[in-house]
């Protein structure tokens, strides 16, 4: 194995003449004038946020804070559901009466039965209607917002940025963990480049957006 | 000013009316030109083709043939592109620090000939009457390396009694690349195809250019399928004075 | 050394087999379709980033800063990488590649494994390893998945099977998944796709992967994906191989904010792809506990060398030239003989191959310049094009005729004396053919011209001559 690394870097190192200790600099030096920071107000980015996720067939339910457990329970009775996983760490508060929530069991059969998971998120990103996971500890793991048909996902406003930069950022902060970016519910236009939703992942996505 | 013309190894021989009317249209505007008869090829074929080596005596051989010209027009957005884009490498490539300098030397001089009208002289009408239904073929060299623009369009619409119509996809390739016209010919021939559709769509009677080798090929195509459109290069309408071209006298 | 692209060392000529494809009018609606489809959304997310030139100029500078620096972003990858837990292997060629992927398969004793698109698999022919070892590899892609099951070749980068139509999908599921019926909607073949690879994504212990992009700072890989099997594949089961060239390193989680705006607009006219997943090493109590990179050099090494060259290896397989290219347009991929196919495929695959192989690929091509207008890093296609063509004439390779044919123009354009005798015998030649200005026919090999177009006769007059009678009627 190793023969193979050295061979790979000397064959590297005769085509470039090998890396410079001014590598920082010339990484630095790269030119960066794209649009980084965000220029809407917190209403806008709202606004485009729910727009995007409009776009691909979300739906948004809105809530007040602390009124979190409503819009669940009207998300699931929209959705004739009674039941969800839920990962270890959700609040309690948000978990409403009258319905069923499952710490997740072990086996991907388990989960594959279920109703729907509930999760909250990480950050949102208006630009782009994205939706990003972090499965850290105690947040859900990646199975559980995979196999699942239905995902319920709260996302409060002052988690959301506008663009994709400004979402990077608070990502490189949890970078060490599994981390999912969702953007719509599944889709493939490989059949005569019509776009199809919902081939694996869940097919229908609800959002609850705090504000 | 004094204007030399490079007329491009393939207009000298099979479009000498292209460079009889570019002469016509810049005298008119007042502008003596000179016709320097040592010039031959910029080298674009050969370079395109890989033969570089062959190419380099071809740049060599310009770059000496218009040493001290003030302008160089040249109706032909492909030998202009290898002019600018590639001697600066061949140069380098070299090692020729005379060559090098001799190249940088003449590239601000370098004009294709609608950058000439509308760049150099400042001038989009030329007083031009061609009573046609035009449609404007852009050239990938023109399109995409000198980035022309709008100057074509411009100059056309000066013409008197000429209609310009819209081509549907204009911007694709024609599919004559130069020596691809021949050694991929059966693509070469779907992307004509291509071509044609949308020119007789466009309902044009004529389409026009600022490169005889589209033109060459699209008529080509036109002239085969008896399609009753046909390709004029955009100097010519420049130079007409009626719905004959005017030869310059 | 067994580098290869695929099968690309036996493919046709592309003329040969372009010719082929030209004529199958089935497979160029479909492509002429599909790729009109995608060039709109393009077209429709590009315009509205009033960054999308600085995206472009930063995602190219990155690239090309990394490639400068290979040898140690691949090294901190590697560290990183280890350091969380996974493991990292180096491949000098495809069989390496090979030999070490189903060595760690075999280590699990697993007879069947799900994949998640990596062309870098086709590459070096992974699937054929794997069956040679008695393991089955199902593909998850849903179009891989229709080339897989109706035993064709893929021919595009993003969209596999995108020379397919609704009904000729719809009759491979039917014959390869024994179902009894299915509706004819592409819904109807998604939502059968769905059922037939569900149980595999729940059951199959070991997954192979490749990676859009690979973080060195972090040791993080990234998958860019929209089906949902790329989530499936990398976090359900319990050993995961990501086969990784080592040109997809990116300095650092950072540069990710470049790629995943340019990436998706790019290959699917999307503001975001649906799925994203990053991760790092190996997480307790969440994914694969077992996770090995094999980073694959194949030739790359060879593409590093020319620095002329070298931003080929800047392509972060978008897809979006063979969507903008009007050969690839009139042939679909299958023509270009490789899994790399359309213009990156064209100065790709023959570079793999240190230029023995596929030496017509570069000629595939009419220069237009449409590929480098599109293309998310600034790769200079049509550049690079000429310059592998002048390597393929260096190394003897061109047709023989040609080179005479070339040598012949040379002399002739030597000087105006040359040209003009030239001239002249081209008029007398031409008599037999001439009719009205205009000839229709010639014989030979000049007949690739007039096969399909008309050429206009040579006139009696130059440009030259007519200049040199009016300066001596002047002077007169």
């Avoid at chain 1, 030119?31 to 920071?37: D, E, I, L, S």
């Avoid at chain 3, 070096?124 to 590899?137: D, F, Q, S, V, Y």
């Avoid at chain 3, 790092?280 to 790359?300: A, C, I, K, S």
Wanted: with cysteine; aromatic share 6%; glycine share 8%.
């Amino acid at each position: 194995m190793s023969s193979a690394r050295n061979e790979i870097l000397e064959r590297i190192r005769d085509a470039t003449g090998g890396t410079t200790p001014g590598r920082e600099a010339d990484y630095a030096a790269v030119p960066r004038n794209y649009v980084r920071q965000g220029s809407l107000s917190q209403e806008a980015k709202l606004e485009l946020l729910v727009d995007r996720l409009h776009d691909y067939g979300a739906t948004v339910f809105h809530a007040r804070d602390g009124e979190v457990d409503s819009a669940v329970a009207a998300a699931l009775r929209s959705r004739g559901k009674v039941s969800l996983l839920i990962p270890r760490d959700l609040p309690r508060a948000w978990m409403p009466d009258g319905f069923h929530f499952f710490r997740e069991g072990t086996s991907y059969q388990e989960v594959d039965l279920s109703e729907g998971v509930l999760t909250d998120c990480a950050l949102a990103i208006a630009s782009t209607g994205s939706i990003v996971l972090r499965h850290s500890a105690g947040a859900a793991r990646r199975a559980l917002t995979l196999i699942p048909d239905y995902h319920l996902c709260v996302i409060f406003a002052a988690q959301v940025v506008e663009t994709v930069p400004e979402g990077i950022e608070q990502m490189k902060a949890f970078a060490g963990v599994p981390i999912t970016t969702i953007a719509g519910p599944s889709a493939t236009a490989d059949i005569e480049m019509i776009r199809v939703k919902g081939v694996h992942g869940p097919r229908t996505l609800d959002v609850i957006l705090v504000a | 000013m004094q204007i030399s013309l490079f007329i491009t190894c393939y207009n000298d021989t099979l479009f000498p009316q292209t460079g009889k009317a570019v002469v016509a249209v810049l005298e008119k505007l007042g502008h003596p030109v000179e016709f320097r008869p040592a010039q031959t090829c910029c080298g674009q074929m050969h370079y395109n083709t890989g033969y570089q080596k062959e190419a380099l005596p071809m740049m060599q051989h310009f770059l000496e043939v218009f040493r001290g010209a003030e302008v160089v027009c040249i109706p032909s957005s492909s030998c202009v592109a290898m002019i600018r884009d590639h001697y600066p490498k061949m140069a380098e490539a070299s090692g020729d620090a005379s060559l090098k300098r001799a190249v940088k030397n003449m590239l601000p001089r370098i004009f294709e000939f609608t950058e000439l009208l509308v760049d150099k002289l400042e001038v989009t009408d030329v007083g031009a009457f061609f009573p046609h239904t035009v449609a404007l073929h852009p050239s990938c060299h023109s399109l995409r390396s000198l980035k022309l623009g709008d100057r074509p369009a411009k100059l056309l619409g000066s013409v008197r009694g000429l209609t310009l119509v819209d081509l549907p996809d204009a911007e694709e390739c024609c599919g004559f690349g130069g020596t691809f016209a021949v050694k991929n010919a059966d693509v070469s021939a779907a992307m004509l195809s291509d071509k044609v559709r949308c020119l007789l769509n466009s309902g044009a009677e004529i389409c026009a250019a600022v490169d005889n080798s589209c033109l060459m090929h699209i008529g080509g195509a036109l002239s085969r399928q008896r399609a009753g459109v046909r390709v004029v290069h955009l100097a010519e309408i420049l130079a007409s004075q009626g719905s004959q071209r005017m030869m310059a006298e | 050394m067994s580098t290869y692209v695929g099968d690309a060392a036996d493919a046709p000529k592309f003329q040969t087999a372009a010719k082929k494809l030209v004529g199958d009018t089935q497979v160029r609606y479909n492509v002429k379709r599909a790729t009109g489809v995608i060039r709109k959304k393009r077209a429709k997310v590009v315009d509205e980033m009033p960054d999308w030139e600085q995206l472009r100029e930063s995602g190219h500078q990155i690239k090309q800063h990394v490639l400068r620096h290979l040898d140690f972003y691949l090294e901190q990858f590697e560290t990183a990488c280890t350091a969380a837990g996974g493991t990292v292997h180096w491949a000098r060629d495809a069989d390496e590649a090979n030999t070490i992927i189903v060595g760690l398969v075999k280590a699990q004793q697993a007879k069947e494994v799900i994949k998640v698109k990596t062309m870098t698999s086709d590459e070096i022919r992974l699937n054929k390893a794997l069956e040679a070892a008695g393991i089955t590899p199902f593909e998850t892609d849903l179009a891989d998945l229709i080339v897989q099951l109706g035993e064709d070749k893929p021919s595009h980068i993003v969209v596999p099977a995108l020379h397919r139509n609704r009904s000729e999908i719809r009759q491979i599921f039917l014959d390869k998944m024994n179902l009894t019926e299915l509706g004819e909607q592409p819904e109807d073949l998604a939502g059968a796709a769905r059922l037939y690879l569900r149980e595999k994504f729940l059951r199959v212990p070991v997954a192979i992967s490749g990676a859009n992009f690979a973080i060195a700072e972090t040791g993080s890989v990234c998958v860019v994906e929209s089906e949902g099997n790329g989530r499936m594949c990398v976090s359900l089961p319990r050993v995961l191989i990501s086969l990784i060239g080592i040109e997809k390193i990116i300095p650092t989680f950072q540069d990710l904010e470049v790629y995943l705006q340019t990436l998706p607009r790019s290959a699917t006219g999307e503001r975001m792809n649906p799925y994203n997943s990053i991760w790092t090493g190996v997480t307790p109590e969440d994914g694969p506990q077992e996770f090995h990179v094999v980073l694959l050099d194949n030739g790359r090494t060879k593409v590093l060398a020319d620095r002329e060259a070298r931003e080929t290896l800047d392509c972060i397989r978008c897809g979006a030239c063979l969507n903008a290219c009007p050969v690839y347009k009139q042939t679909g991929g299958h023509a270009y003989g490789s899994i790399y196919g359309g213009p990156i495929g064209a100065i790709l695959t023959p570079q793999l191959q240190s230029m023995e192989h596929s030496q017509t690929l570069p000629y595939a091509s009419s220069l237009c310049g449409a590929c480098y207008e599109v293309c998310p890093v600034k790769i200079n296609i049509p550049e690079i094009l000429v310059h592998l063509r002048n390597k393929v004439v260096e190394r003897g390779d061109a047709p023989w005729e040609e080179r005479m044919a070339m040598k012949a123009a040379a002399y002739v354009l030597e000087s105006p004396e040359h040209m003009e005798r030239a001239r002249k015998l081209g008029r007398i030649g031409q008599i037999p053919f001439a009719k009205n200005g205009v000839i229709h026919h010639l014989p030979g090999g000049l007949d690739a011209w007039t096969g399909v177009r008309d050429l206009p006769a040579i006139p009696k007059e130059s440009f030259r001559d007519w200049w040199a009678k009016r300066e001596t009627e002047r002077a007169l």
